[in-house]
């Protein structure tokens, strides 16, 4: 069965770092994009940042560039999220996405870590 | 970017009777590519979201038939032909088409 576990969340300091966590199992994993979609609490959605199947090519939404950094790495069958200098509009639910294609229609979702900025 | 639209905020719906959600996006959803890249997502309580529906009107695997998407263009639309206790739940629309992807404020479905 696909599987995607994050970890990694936790409460932080504005200011602060936090390296966020994803495992996947049950698909090729480097044959898949994959991407961070957040959620603050009570709130609706928001793409955070995007991965090509290679790590190639990286996408992230204005808010958290130059704060955010996404990256893979396919031995390990991982995903990571790296957040800097991290704002209380940050706090939310970060989950982590496949998607077969080139991250039009995000196909499976994990559970979730919250990250807690205060 | 791209703004997403869905009507109603609230939808609450008898069991067994039909549920409607709209979704309107500020630009046209047709990609270069030919597909109009337009997902549909169900969030039950407390669970992660769950695709539905993508390229606006193919049903995911596993997916009950009772839910169907349609539309295009700028225009489209979720149906739940007869509302079952387990469809409570936000829904959200998604663009897939142009970047940023951009998501819809939800709809609340919940039962009368």
């Known amino acids: 069965d696909v599987q995607l576990v994050e970890s990694g969340g936790g409460l932080v300091q504005p200011g602060g770092s936090l390296r966020l966590s994803c495992a996947a199992s049950?698909?090729?994993?480097?044959?898949?994009?994959m991407a961070w979609v957040r959620q603050a609490p009570g709130k609706g959605l928001e793409w955070v940042s995007g991965?090509?199947?290679?790590?190639?090519?990286?996408y992230c939404v204005d808010s958290v560039k130059g704060r955010f950094t996404i990256s893979r790495d396919n031995s390990k069958n991982m995903l990571y999220l790296q957040m800097n200098s991290l704002r209380a509009e940050d706090t939310a639910t970060y989950y982590c996405?496949?998607?077969?294609?080139?991250?039009?229609?995000?196909?499976?979702w994990g559970q979730g870590t919250m990250v807690t900025v205060s | 970017d791209v703004v997403m639209t869905q009507s109603p905020l609230s939808l609450p719906v008898t069991l067994g009777q039909p549920a409607s959600i709209s979704c309107r996006s500020s630009?046209?959803?047709?990609?270069?590519?030919?597909?109009?890249?337009l997902s549909w997502f169900q969030q039950r309580p407390g669970q992660s979201p769950r695709r539905l529906i993508y390229?606006?009107?193919t049903r995911d695997s596993g997916v009950p038939d009772r839910f169907s998407g349609s539309g295009s263009g700028t225009d489209f639309t979720l149906k739940i032909s007869r509302v079952e206790a387990e469809d409570v739940g936000v829904y959200y629309c998604?663009?897939?088409?142009?970047?940023?992807?951009?998501f819809g404020g939800g709809t609340k479905v919940e039962i009368k």
């Open positions: 996405v496949g998607d077969y294609g080139d991250l039009e229609a995000l196909d499976f």
């Open positions: 049950g698909f090729i994993f480097s044959r898949y994009a």
């Open positions: 991965i090509s199947g290679s790590g190639g090519n990286t």
């Open positions: 630009q046209s959803l047709v990609h270069s590519d030919g597909n109009t890249w």
């Open positions: 390229k606006a009107s």
């Open positions: 998604m663009q897939g088409t142009h970047w940023p992807l951009t």
